[in-house]
Structure formats: structure tokens, C-alpha cells
């Protein structure tokens, strides 16, 4: 149903991708701090100009949510497109793969398409609703494994929000014993993606934003996986908390990380 926007956000990621390139064959980009650890380069800028550029001339009434220029605290009505120009900016600063390009369109709350585009390896993840998840024009699927201790978990680690810390390095402490163990791309948005082809059997963080989970929850999704807060419930989006996998592993890490985490910690 929504193949046009499916294909407008292919193109813009490519497109996007292209500048990225670009900057990182050229070493020519000029990096600046938004915030303490959280970096903005030239290629993340004209990436995200490029990619608006090319959504707005199919769909130029629609909106747009995306890291450096647009901010909201919930979504809107209708739709709206939520943008990471370069998910893993940090990465790719340092000339260090993974780093994405992550589109996700949501209309009145509810994600219908996704494009995310690791731009170093050129592996392309996409869904529509309902019509399942692909690699490349591949179908995945996330993984079939329900043991923990046969399971790869995937999380990132805080630059932000150091107050738990503590908590957090205590849920990595039990995981390492308890999982075949855990992996640290630099960037959600491939996480998801691993999820949903099953490189790995989950996922948990705190501190994303939107533009970090909306592409990928979607993928997760069509791919047979599921997603969901700290909690178990579904403020995932901006709630700064997300756990994702199959239905045993979200089970598994939502204890995991209620076993060390606040009440008060486990929500905004």
C-alpha cells in the first residue's frame, strides 16, 4: 500500500548516502559538539538536507521529524517522516562502520514504512506494513533461538544520562554471564536491523531518540519480532527506552533490566 513512499525513501537514502561517501573518501568535514559526546558533522547536515529534499518533491505537504533540524515531544496527526541523516555519527567521525542512514514514515503514530541504509557496507533493510522485512531485496526474519544462553544481545552504550550507569553496568555484568554475549555497533538503527535479520537474538538501550528506533522498530516487526519499552508497553518511541527480539528475549531482557533498574528509572 505504501510503495510510493517506500521508493521515495530508497532514493533518499541513496542519495544520501552518496554525500556521506563523499565526505568520508574526501576526510574534508568539519565536526561539532551538540552536547557533551553527541557529535554533528558537515555529512550529517547535507544529509539530511538531501534527504528532505527528495521526500518533499513526491510528498511536499507531508512532515517531517528528523535529528538536526525538527523536534517534537509526540507525534502529530498524519503524516510525517522521522530522520536519522547519519545514525552512528560518532562512527563514522572516526572512520568506523557501522553508520546508517535511517527513514522512517509514520501516519497518525503508526510506523508504515522504513528504510535504513548502512551506508559503509551497503546493506539496505526496508519494510512496509505487512508485507514483512527485506535485506537487499532479501526476506529475513529474526531468529528462531529462545535460549538465552545460546543468545547474541546487542545494546549501546549511554553518552549521555550517566546517572545510571551504575544500573546499566550491573544488567551488562549479568548479561555477559548469562547470553553467548554482547555486541556494541555505535549505532540503534543497525541494531534493530541485526535483530530483524537474527545476527543477534536482542536488543536493549536507554537514551534513544525517535529518529534512532523508528526506522528499525518497523523492520524488527515485519521481520516476526517484537518491540516494546522497558515496561513491556509500547512508549518505545520517545520514551527512551527500548527492548526488542523475539518474544523470549524481550521477556528475558525486560527482567533483566527490572532486576537492576528503578521503578522510577525504567520510564521517562
Not at 64 to 91: H, Q, V
Not at 200 to 224: H, N
Amino acid at each position: 500500500m505504501y510503495q510510493k513512499e517506500l521508493e521515495t525513501a530508497k532514493r533518499a537514502a541513496n542519495e544520501a548516502a552518496k554525500i556521506i561517501r563523499d565526505y568520508a573518501e574526501n576526510e574534508s568535514f568539519g565536526v561539532e559538539l551538540k552536547g557533551k559526546n553527541d557529535l554533528v558533522t558537515d555529512a550529517d547536515l547535507a544529509s539530511e538536507k538531501k534527504i528532505i529534499e527528495v521526500i518533499k518533491t513526491e510528498f511536499p505537504e507531508d512532515q517531517f521529524l528528523a535529528e538536526e533540524s525538527n523536534t517534537y515531544t509526540r507525534l502529530p496527526d498524519g503524516r510525517i517522516w522521522i530522520i536519522d541523516p547519519i545514525d552512528g555519527t560518532t562512527n563514522f567521525a572516526h572512520g568506523f562502520a557501522p553508520y546508517c542512514v535511517s527513514i522512517g514514515f509514520w501516519i497518525d503514530g503508526k510506523p508504515k514504512a522504513a528504510v535504513i541504509l548502512e551506508v559503509a557496507h551497503n546493506e539496505m533493510f526496508y519494510a512496509v506494513e505487512g508485507e514483512g522485512a527485506c535485506l537487499n531485496g532479501n526476506q529475513i526474519h529474526i531468529s528462531d533461538e529462545r535460549e538465552p544462553s545460546r543468545s547474541l544481545v546487542a545494546t549501546g552504550f549511554p553518552y549521555s544520562m550517566f546517572d545510571l550507569v551504575d544500573p546499566y553496568l550491573k544488567v551488562l555484568k549479568d548479561l555477559m554471564q548469562k547470553t553467548h554475549g554482547i555486541r556494541r555497533a555505535g549505532a540503534a538503527s543497525y541494531d534493530l536491523c541485526c535483530v530483524a535479520a537474527g545476527r543477534v537474538e536482542g536488543f536493549y538501550e536507554y537514551g534513544l531518540s525517535p529518529w534512532d528506533v523508528a526506522a528499525g522498530a518497523l523492520i524488527i516487526q515485519e521481520a516476526g519480532g517484537k518491540v516494546t519499552d522497558w515496561t513491556g508497553s509500547d512508549n518505545w518511541l520517545f520514551g527512551r527506552r527500548i527492548i526488542a527480539g523475539n518474544e523470549v528475549m524481550c521477556s528475558f531482557l525486560k527482567d533483566q533490566v527490572q532486576a537492576h533498574f528503578s521503578e522510577k528509572d525504567l520510564e521517562v
